[in-house]
């Protein structure tokens, strides 16, 4: 009876463990009138996880970018406004051998004839889509968000490599160091 007793008492402590889990799920990804098994606990927390390091990654880019504009702003009367100044904050997640996503952050300087309405260089992105093309890198889909307070321009790509080489996958830090220098 006394092993009895020890297995109920690890299968309740083990039954509040899957429940304290359960509850730092999102509301949205748990149904409060479904009781939950165990398994299905750990393969929605397995599903969450990755989602939130994703999450973390594009915050720190976030903050990366905003730590240039104020370093920018702090700085305006040493740095010139011109073309070469402006320097992209690139983040690449690999989705996976490829595809991946590119998220590009970007200073407009707001001054400049060169420069279009929106203070940045007409041909650099524009420049990026052609480099991305001859690389042999398709681009899926691609969306803009211009925040104007910070003077900020933020483009979001999802690529996927055409991997004719025959080579497993891509290197990321190469192809960050690519779509930097073709920003520029």
Known sequence: ???????????MKLNASYLALRELMPRSRRSSKKRWAAPAIVDRVLEYIPELK???EALRSKKESANIIISAEKNKSK????KCQLIPAVLLNRINE?????QISIARSGE???????????SSFTNLLQRLEDEGICVKNAST???????LICYNLHIQIN????G??????ELSDKVISWLR
């Open 1 to 11: 009876m006394e092993h009895n007793a020890k297995e109920r008492i690890r299968r």
């Open 79 to 82: 740095i010139p406004t011109s």
């Open 98 to 102: 490829e595809e991946a996503t590119v």
């Open 163 to 166: 991997n004719t080489t025959g």
């Open 145 to 151: 968000l211009y925040v104007c307070e910070s003077r």
């Open 168 to 173: 497993a996958g891509f290197n990321i830090e």
């Open 112 to 122: 400049g004839e060169e420069d279009d309405q929106n203070g940045y260089p007409p």
């Open 54 to 56: 994703s999450e973390i």
